[in-house]
């Protein structure tokens, strides 16, 4: 799997780089804090929404969470649907 660290996606977004990141993280938590204009799908309901994805299957999709752990589920499973380029941020919000 794919990883990139905090530093990495911060030096692209600074850069104007337009990337699709995706939050797999609880509504609550994401409430808390995100990272602007990521897209929204909790871990829990990334089977049944995944279809909302495919404009995305061959394109760079920088998933998220807390840590990183939920992220790297994410990431696997688009894996195993079809998805090219799924990229772990790793450390998640914590390092953010």
């Given at each position: 799997?794919?990883?990139?660290?905090?530093?990495?996606?911060?030096?692209?977004?600074?850069?104007?780089?337009?990337?699709?990141?995706?939050?797999?993280?609880?509504?609550?938590?994401?409430?808390?804090?995100?990272?602007?204009?990521?897209?929204?799908?909790?871990?829990?309901e990334?089977?049944?929404?995944?279809?909302?994805?495919?404009?995305?299957?061959?394109?760079?999709?920088?998933?998220?969470?807390r840590?990183?752990?939920?992220?790297?589920?994410?990431?696997?499973?688009?894996?195993?649907?079809?998805?090219?380029?799924?990229v772990?941020?790793?450390?998640?919000?914590?390092?953010?």
């Open positions: 799997m794919k990883e990139l660290n905090v530093e990495q996606l911060k030096s692209r977004l600074d850069a104007g780089e337009k990337v699709v990141i995706l939050d797999v993280r609880r509504g609550d938590e994401r409430d808390f804090h995100h990272i602007p204009d990521s897209l929204h799908i909790p871990l829990q990334l089977e049944n929404r995944v279809e909302e994805l495919e404009p995305y299957k061959n394109t760079e999709i920088i998933v998220y969470c840590s990183g752990n939920r992220s790297a589920q994410a990431c696997m499973y688009l894996e195993m649907m079809g998805f090219t380029h799924p772990n941020l790793k450390g998640g919000m914590l390092l953010w």
